[in-house]
């Protein structure tokens, strides 16, 4: 009789991961159209989706966001979480790893056991004729969830 591989590894211990998450821009898009980005969250042999959810045995921490190229139009990155839009608002400019004075988080956020999150982007000016594509690059620590309870 033959085993069955688990679906997932239980972490035993925090693990930095770095999320890839692309972005189809259509060309002649519009400055304020949204793009719903792909997010390619549990390794290479697994497909990008738009959403992600956490493990139920685990947390998450966004630590950093980051480009490796500048952009152009710009575009502002907005992460929902649960489908709620969370209270950052850098441009992909702005989290350009090259750049001197570089936008970063003042604190990690936290991405409970369950919760699906996504990230959006909000062009801010009109696209060029010929379509192109964005990469975000999100830093995060994954870590195991262990519920407590009073007594």
Same mark, same amino acid.
Request: aromatic share 10%; charged share 5%; glycine share 4%.
């Given at each position: ?20 998450? !692309?972005?189809? *821009? ?9 793009? =719903?980005? +792909? ?7 697994? /497909?990008?989706?738009? +959403?992600? =959810? ?5 947390? $998450? ?10 952009? +152009?139009?710009?575009?502002? *990155? ?5 489908? @709620? ?8 400019? +702005?989290? @350009?790893?090259?750049? @001197?004075?570089? $936008?970063?988080?003042?604190? #990690?956020?936290?991405? /409970? /056991?369950?919760?699906? $999150? ?13 379509? =192109? ?13 262990? #519920?407590? !309870?009073?007594?």
């Amino acid at each position: 009789m033959s085993q069955q591989v688990p679906a997932y590894v239980t972490l035993t211990g925090p693990q930095p991961t770095v999320f890839i998450v !692309t972005f189809s *821009i259509a060309a002649n898009a519009a400055a304020g159209t949204v793009i =719903q980005g +792909s997010i390619q969250a549990f390794g290479a042999l697994m /497909p990008a989706t738009q +959403s992600v =959810q956490v493990p139920i045995t685990e947390v $998450w921490s966004i630590v950093d966001f980051y480009t490796l190229s500048t952009v +152009s139009p710009d575009a502002q *990155i907005q992460l929902l979480i649960n489908g @709620y839009i969370q209270n950052i608002y850098p441009t992909l400019n +702005s989290v @350009y790893i090259n750049n @001197y004075k570089k $936008w970063s988080l003042t604190q #990690a956020i936290k991405i /409970p /056991p369950a919760s699906t $999150w996504s990230v959006n982007i909000v062009l801010l000016g009109n696209n060029g004729s010929s379509q =192109q594509t964005y990469t975000l690059y999100i830093s995060a620590v994954r870590a195991p969830f262990v #519920a407590t !309870t009073r007594r």
